[in-house]
């Protein structure tokens, strides 16, 4: 069975500190792993994804994330918050049929 | 850049009455999904087509809601009777998913359903 669970419900930070959202995942398979970007009121946009290729993946708008098997983990980071950052963020693991299964989100405040 | 188009954004509607959403996926997405997300929380999963056949629509409440994607492009989603509960953000996404692969979803703006 594949899961998510994203560890924080909100991140606040300050404007040009890093950003951090922590994002752990169960699965059955070999997984693939992205992050979503969410604005109020807004469909959701694709700011990363891995596949099984390299471990260290990078997105739009400076965001990355680390795939990490042992810990069964695929945090988001940026080294610096802009204030166009603050939305709301989903992590999600798929199956083979290519069904999503979102975490419940981490709302990302930042700080001016 | 090719979208996933939704109409209409929002809809205000009082229960008991009937609601329809449109769906217009990527030209050339086999794979077209619909999606229910209710405030503070993640999407969920209604009904998923390859093509014009339904693929999973076991989390769909069939009793008062169903899909078609007819010709296998466009896709509409109808709630009839609308309860209070169903207040919520509807979203579409299609793919260009193949067996094989993994593939990401493009999502449409959604429609925001407001029953009173």
């Known amino acids: 069975a594949q899961s998510v669970t994203q560890l924080d419900s909100h991140v606040s930070v300050s404007e040009g500190t890093p950003v951090l959202l922590r994002c752990n995942y169960s699965?059955?398979?070999?997984?693939?792993l992205f992050w979503y970007v969410q604005h109020p009121n807004k469909g959701l946009q694709l700011l990363l994804k891995y596949t099984s290729a390299a471990t260290l993946v990078k997105g739009i708008n400076g965001f990355e994330a680390e795939f990490k098997k042992s810990e069964t983990s695929f945090h988001l980071t940026k080294p610096s918050a802009h204030m166009s950052d603050a939305a709301e963020y989903f992590c999600?693991?798929?199956?083979?049929?290519?069904?999503?299964?979102f975490g419940t989100g981490t709302s990302l405040t930042v700080i001016p | 850049e090719a979208e996933v188009a939704q109409s209409p954004r929002y809809k205000i509607t009082e229960k008991s009455q009937a609601v329809a959403f449109w769906c217009d996926p990527i030209s050339g997405h086999a794979t077209l999904y619909w999606y229910r997300q209710i405030l503070g929380q993640g999407p969920e999963l209604l009904v998923q087509?390859?093509?014009?056949?339904?693929?999973?629509d076991s989390q769909l409440p069939k009793d008062r809601f169903s899909a078609e994607r007819l010709k296998g492009v466009d896709s509409t989603l109808k709630i009839q009777p609308a309860e209070l509960g169903d207040s919520a953000m509807y979203l579409c996404?299609?793919?260009?998913?193949?067996?094989?692969?993994?593939?990401?979803?493009?999502f449409g703006p959604g429609t925001r359903l407001t029953v009173l």
């Open positions: 087509f390859q093509d014009e056949s339904v693929v999973d």
């Open positions: 699965s059955s398979y070999s997984p693939s």
């Open positions: 999600v693991v798929s199956d083979p049929g290519n069904q999503f299964y």
């Open positions: 996404a299609s793919s260009n998913h193949r067996v094989s692969d993994y593939n990401e979803q493009f």
